[in-house]
């Protein structure tokens, strides 16, 4: 990966302070942002300023997906646009067909220049990622918008399943490998009053119908037929073909309903929002769920150091059933654009923003930008630090907050995720 120089600190700026020299280059964005982030009070947006000359001006909306692509397409049709568009992927971002379409209008500029000649870091991801090249290049040879370089490790193989271990252990359960293991832990957590309080409460499985990874059929149904959770295509023979009409399939919803009639799968797992899924994970009375379905647990409990049953879960393999053992689908990195400079930026605002969004494609810009204050958000590695990977080296660690602790508000988080 490239490397370069962290930005400066800066003193903060006095009250009612822009903390933009005199003489800064005026930029509006157009960004998401989290209800514990003000992207203009922001410590990170003051060292930006400061660095790159820059005076920022936002425009922000939330972090619905919905919501926020329909605030962008409003300001591009009626040509209210900001001169530079900094996005989320997994709120909303600028998809290939868009680059293309306001590229050739003119509304969107190329980027090949800027980056050729103040883009170091960013030429040498193309230059080095043949990937971030394909995604990144349209068709007729421009670059209207930059993807996230950096890989989602967490979004991979989204369909997962997370059970409790502390229940599973209670009861001398060892970790499920077939369909038969899991409806017989399930059976376990309904039965055995795994939380110790003397009703029969439990939650065997559940998942919900919002976020990513939460409908358990798709993790289930692997165990019999590949199921994508989104086409339900497969390729049979190099041709498109559908697992939906297949034995296979059908046998796995028999047993999917079998786990349903005995149960052992919440009956909102197919209805409930992401809201009423968590609210089983967090329940305060007593723990009541055995198995959750997700990307990542924090969809359904709450983590974090003083959370009570947010290192409870741990993800188990694959299963196997009675025709397959499949991998869960994983799916591709989606192209599109969430770094987009548009033609009201001015030739001073162009280098500005490209070489502010070159920094966040160095290690010590990423973690500023991204992570927050060294030393207060985030730390270097200390003796005895060991990484996901055991064969890599641990570059930092985040620190936690106490939960009761006033935001940072300073970073721009996944905003500047690259």
Known sequence: SCTGAPAAPVAAPAEGDSGAAAGAVPITIFSPQG??????????????????????TFQTTTFDGNSAKEQRQISLASGDYPDLYMLIPWVDQFSQLELLKY????????????IAEHAPNVQAALDNYPLFRAMTVAPDGNIYGLPQLIECYHCSYANKMWVNTKWRDALGIEVPATTEEFQAMLEAFK??????????DEVPLSGSIE??????LSYLMNGFIYSDDRTYLILNDGKVDTVANKPEWKEGLTYIKGLYDAGLIDPGAFT????????????AE??????????????????????????????????KG?????????????????????NKASPEAQVAAIKLVDSMFTEEGQLRAHFGEEGKDWRRPQEGDVALNKEVEPIFAVIQQPADAEPRNSSWGAMAQY
């Open 272 to 283: 409930q929002n992401a809201e009423a899924y968590k609210k089983i994970g967090d329940n």
């Open 211 to 216: 976020d990513y990874g939460v409908r358990p």
């Open 286 to 319: 007593a723990q009541l769920l055995g198995a959750g379905a997700g990307m990542h647990p924090a969809i359904f409990v709450t983590v974090g150091p003083e959370a009570p049953y947010g290192a409870d879960y741990d993800a188990i393999p694959p299963l």
């Open 35 to 56: 209800t514990d982030v003000d992207l203009e009070t922001n410590s990170f947006t003051k060292e930006a300023e400061e660095k790159f000359g820059i005076d920022f």
């Open 322 to 342: 009675p025709h397959a053992e499949y991998s869960t689908f994983l799916p591709n990195t989606v192209p599109g654009a969430t770094f987009v400079l548009t």
């Open 103 to 114: 590229g050739q209008q003119g509304v969107i500029i190329p980027l090949n220049d800027l």
């Open 191 to 200: 039965s055995q009053d795994p939380n110790g309080n003397g009703q029969a």
